[in-house]
């Protein structure tokens, strides 16, 4: 079972939320992150501190969430009442032993009456959000996967996502889904070795740009020394190399799936293995065992 560490104050929190997965981050590492987040920006946040700036209307849209998220607990804890249920302070980490780098803060738990089985429920305020994805009794992937994230910091085996959509309350179960959770623990364990490592998850803009930007006045001026000047030139000349390579692999990689025949192995003709994955191309040391080859 997870523990709980409390903070006295936002600053505190955010200083032990800084170098771990949160939620939101989990979003963003998997791809299905808010406007703006990446990878590579959770990677910006961890090593050099730089947060994410938000729009006006993102910033509209979080304080009017925040407004409604009470109420939204509300009308669960009325819909449900064989569930007991305590909204959490805000400030509480939700850290599990065995996965030290990863934390939560959960909108509410609860304890069924009855059984005793204790949940997280996730509250989604959506006045722009799709009926789509949630017909069939569908939950949104962005938020099927927080609340996975949940579940794995503090190690409960269900939840609840409720949601108020453009007016409308939207309630549904989720459970544990172990398959995704081994997934998600694989990529969150080459991400934190990147971050370890300090090799940038490709993106733009590089980490040092948005240093600079975070920084800097843009009504201002100055001259620069012949070596500083230098590295802007060369800065220039790679940022053209770069766009020129990407415009290669883009180029490449269709001829190489047309002619892998739907493989996600093919065998150069210097006897290399290589996997072809959906963003990069790796060397493995063999086959697994019980592949087959075609020709």
Avoid at 17 to 31: F, P, V
Avoid at 107 to 126: L, N, P, W
Wanted: with cysteine; glycine share 8%; charged share 25%.
């Amino acid at each position: 079972m997870s523990t709980i560490e409390s903070s006295q104050n936002r600053t505190q929190w955010l200083e032990k939320k800084r170098l771990r997965i949160g939620s939101s981050d989990a979003r963003a590492i998997l791809g299905c992150g808010y406007e703006g987040e990446s990878e590579a920006t959770v990677y910006d946040r961890m090593v050099f501190g730089i947060s994410k700036q938000f729009s006006p209307s993102q910033i509209q849209l979080l304080q009017e969430g925040r407004i409604m998220e009470p109420a939204i607990l509300e009308i669960f804890s009325y819909r449900n009442p064989q569930w007991d249920c305590y909204p959490a302070t805000g400030l509480d980490l939700q850290v599990h032993p065995d996965y030290p780098d990863l934390c939560c803060t959960i909108d509410c738990g609860a304890v069924h009456k009855t059984t005793g089985q204790r949940i997280v429920v996730e509250a989604k305020f959506e006045p722009h959000g799709s009926y789509e994805d949630y017909q069939d009794e569908g939950v949104p992937l962005k938020h099927y996967v927080q609340v996975q994230h949940q579940l794995i910091c503090t190690g409960l085996a269900g939840g609840y996502l409720v949601s108020l959509l453009k007016g409308n309350y939207k309630q549904r179960w989720i459970d544990r889904d172990e398959p995704l959770i081994e997934q998600m623990l694989i990529a969150y364990a080459k991400f934190m070795t990147n971050v370890q490592e300090r090799k940038r998850p490709q993106g733009h803009p590089l980490a040092e740009y948005a240093s600079i930007v975070a920084s800097s006045d843009p009504k201002q001026a100055c001259l620069l020394g012949s070596q500083a000047s230098q590295s802007v030139r060369e800065i220039l000349d790679l940022q053209k190399q770069l766009g020129s390579i990407e415009s290669k692999l883009e180029s490449l990689k269709p001829q190489v799936a047309k002619s892998a025949k739907g493989c996600s192995l093919v065998i150069l003709d210097d006897q290399r293995v290589v996997r072809i994955g959906k963003t990069v191309f790796e060397t493995r040391k063999g086959l697994p065992r019980g592949t087959k080859v075609i020709p």
